[in-house]
């Protein structure tokens, strides 16, 4: 077993029992008490758990966030995946909205040959990405440079994003349930992220699965305005999802 197949399956033992001992995994995994440990460490560096005495436990502090460059490399083929699938949903001209994220930097490199669609983007990346296509007119928000996150977030108001009508808005997410609805762990790109889908006809939502029902500090929207979850894999409660009126495009069903 590949380490990173190893961690994606500790972490699914650390979701379900919130706390796990070394000892234990060393038995599941039929491996050393020094691999479980770089395991551990590996994981707690992407801000996934928190390392304690003999064992790990599953970190849910609200107010973590991890910078752009940082998120790239976490479940990075995962991503990769989705958003090429994600960019399956964007039709010739559409008007989109693209939120920051290393997810939907994806979908813009998979829609460079879209015709006539418009992309309004936080995330300057993203603007860069669809510079050089000729039928994609980009709209680049302005406002503050949030520092390691490739993005700008809003001053004092949204007014550019009240003056559009969107047909549909590609949203990321640090955590994503049922009862808490899709939120971030900034309070300003929360409402940046709002003002993107105030006037968006479908509300579109990409993660990978680790994303799923933890808690990050502000909402920005709640399930019931999601329309659409393009996922890695279907979450366990998945006809939960679907009876909230969630379609669920998942790469493994």
């Given at each position: 077993m590949f380490a990173e197949e190893r961690q994606e399956k500790l972490l699914s033992i650390l979701r379900e029992k919130r706390k796990v001992a070394v000892s234990e995994m060393c038995e599941v995994f039929n491996v050393s008490g020094a691999t479980i440990r770089a395991d551990l460490r590996q994981l707690e560096e992407t801000g996934m758990l928190t390392r304690t005495h003999g064992g790990a436990m599953l970190r849910t502090r609200a107010s973590?966030?991890?910078?752009?460059d940082d998120r790239e490399v976490v479940n990075l083929s995962a991503k990769e995946r989705i958003g090429q699938r994600a960019a399956q949903l964007v039709e010739d001209g559409d008007i989109i909205v693209l939120d920051t994220g290393t997810t939907t930097l994806h979908i813009a490199h998979h829609i460079r040959d879209r015709k006539n669609v418009t992309v309004v983007t936080n995330d300057y990346q993203i603007a860069r990405e669809l510079e050089a296509s000729p039928s994609i007119q980009t709209i680049l928000l302005g406002g503050i440079v949030k520092k390691g996150y490739h993005c700008v977030v809003a001053i004092n108001g949204r007014s550019l994003l009240d003056t559009l009508n969107v047909d549909k808005a590609f949203m990321g997410v640090n955590s994503l349930s049922l009862k808490q609805g899709a939120c971030v762990a900034d309070v300003m790109l929360a409402e940046t992220k709002r003002g993107m889908i105030e006037h968006a006809s479908q509300v579109i939502?990409?993660?990978?699965?680790?994303?799923?029902?933890?808690?990050?500090?502000?909402?920005?929207?709640?399930?019931?305005?999601?329309?659409?979850?393009v996922i890695d894999r279907l979450p366990d409660n998945a006809d939960a999802w679907r009876n909230a009126g969630i379609h669920l495009i998942a790469l493994e069903e």
């Open positions: 973590f966030e991890q910078a752009s939502v990409v993660c990978d699965h680790s994303k799923l029902d933890n808690t990050s500090l502000a909402q920005f929207t709640p399930a019931a305005r999601i329309d659409t979850l």
